[in-house]
């Protein structure tokens, strides 16, 4: 059985915090980072809820429903290096599957606590400024500690691994992001390595991502005759192309684990000068699962970002 123990990549939640000078927020990706920097001195403050629906067409016919709750701050260290740190709160992660022990047949699981804090910086290693845009490209490197519990039971015993809220190891990611921003659009780009650590004879796949982003501003159409600091809406467009490896139990591998998946994100933004309220819906373009390997249905985030 394969699910992920977050609600979604670490990167989806603490995506899109980011400062311009200060004084102004600005369009940036929902479901992952932004190259664009924190000011010095100012700090950022998200909440995204997250509700993610999976299922498998093999035999016990499992359905994995989470609803969790990312909550982020971040702070500028320097004009150039930003810290964040992240802890979800799962509302539930439930467990619907169907045994192949009589009289047991279809059984629900569930389970409810805080997850596995991550802490992470982020690096402007090269900047260009043009005319009414700019381009950034900021490393990211971090870890995420094993502070959620991982022995949870219920009334059939300890929980699987995916009903977890923690999974008891120390992970370690990183990658790069790049950002193109202009006064009417936004580009922006992640490449992202993660690796899973082992405990108890159990290590999730390492994942690799990719994940792109457009936001288009679509009202006010024109800045000619706007003055003062006006609200923005913008239309977003993200694709996230997710590779993970088969979880590794004791000296093999689980063969219905991990797989490729591609998925495309469509949502809105309405920015103001501090607050941000924004929302996507994941719809899977394409899955390619190992064996039986559960799969995404949709994932939807809701949330909003304040900087302060």
């Known amino acids: 059985m394969n699910s992920s123990r977050r609600p979604a990549s670490l990167m989806a939640l603490v995506g899109s915090l980011q400062l311009m000078g200060g004084t102004m927020a600005q369009a940036a990706p929902n479901t992952f980072n932004t190259a664009l920097p924190v000011a010095q001195g100012q700090s950022i403050w998200r909440e995204q809820l997250v509700l993610r ?13 989470v609803q969790a709750l990312g909550s982020v701050l971040g702070y500028g260290v320097t004009s150039k290096l930003a810290v964040f740190g992240m802890v979800p709160y799962f509302f539930n992660k439930d467990l619907d599957v169907t045994m192949p022990i009589r009289p047991m047949g279809r059984i629900e699981r569930d389970n409810s606590g805080f997850g596995d804090l991550s802490l992470f910086g982020r690096y402007t290693l090269y900047k260009k400024d043009f005319t009414g845009s700019t381009f950034r490209v900021a490393p990211v490197f971090g870890l995420t500690a094993p502070t959620g519990d991982h ?49 108890d004879g159990f290590a999730r796949g390492d994942e690799t991502r990719f994940d792109a982003s457009l936001q288009y501003r679509i009202w006010p159409r024109s800045m000619k005759g706007v003055s003062g600091t006006p609200a923005f809406v913008y239309a977003l467009l993200e694709s996230n192309l997710v590779h993970r490896e088969r979880d590794e139990l004791g000296s093999g591998t689980d063969a219905d684990s991990g797989g490729t998946q591609w998925l495309l994100a469509p949502g ?4 103001t000068r501090r607050w941000i309220v924004e929302g996507t819906v994941q719809l899977p373009v394409a899955e390619d699962p190992h064996g039986d390997a559960i799969e995404d249905d949709y994932i939807v985030r809701v949330g909003f970002r304040r900087n302060f």
Not at 53 to 65: F, I, L, N
């Open 268 to 271: 809105l933004q309405y920015v």
């Open 53 to 65: 629906e999976r299922s498998d067409d093999g035999p016990m016919d499992r359905e994995v429903s």
């Open 151 to 199: 022995n949870d039971s219920d009334r059939f015993g300890e929980l699987p691994r995916p009903l977890q809220v923690g999974d008891g190891a120390w992970d370690g990611f990183g990658g790069v992001v790049t950002t193109y921003q202009s006064l009417q659009y936004q580009l922006d780009g992640q490449l992202l390595y993660r690796e899973n650590g082992r405990h």
